[in-house]
């Protein structure tokens, strides 16, 4: 079962500050879509590389919303396809994109 995002960690790191919540959530809602979709593009063309620094910035988010199983299977699909191309983790990977694209429209 996939871990589901939450905004603990947000929480944490706000003391309660609604404003600085609301402002991270809105910084997550622009640019995680962005960076999700440039991930794609690089799976698409075969581009590895660049498809593992795209993964690296969505490892960000990923952290922020509280999933850290996940982020070690980020970790793990950056790793494989920088070291030798290995994209035997997309379709887990892509799953937990799916999950977070899921929470953020319902916020």
């Given at each position: 079962?996939i871990?589901?995002?939450n905004?603990?960690y947000i929480h944490?790191l706000s003391?309660?500050?609604?404003?600085?919540?609301d402002?991270?959530?809105?910084?997550?809602k622009?640019?995680?879509?962005?960076?999700?979709?440039?991930y794609?593009?690089?799976?698409?063309?075969?581009?590895f590389?660049n498809?593992?620094?795209?993964?690296?910035k969505?490892?960000?988010?990923?952290s922020?919303?509280?999933?850290e199983?996940?982020?070690?299977?980020?970790?793990?699909f950056?790793?494989?396809?920088?070291?030798?191309?290995?994209?035997?983790?997309?379709?887990?990977?892509?799953?937990?994109?799916?999950?977070?694209?899921?929470?953020?429209?319902?916020l």
């Open positions: 079962m871990e589901q995002p905004l603990s944490s003391g309660g500050d609604k404003t600085f919540e402002k991270l959530i809105a910084i997550i622009t640019e995680f879509p962005e960076e999700k979709m440039a794609e593009k690089s799976i698409q063309s075969n581009d590389k498809a593992a620094e795209n993964i690296h969505l490892k960000h988010k990923i922020i919303l509280g999933l199983k996940s982020y070690e299977v980020a970790t793990e950056e790793n494989n396809l920088n070291d030798n191309n290995d994209c035997s983790l997309k379709g887990d990977f892509d799953a937990i994109m799916q999950s977070i694209t899921n929470y953020l429209n319902t």
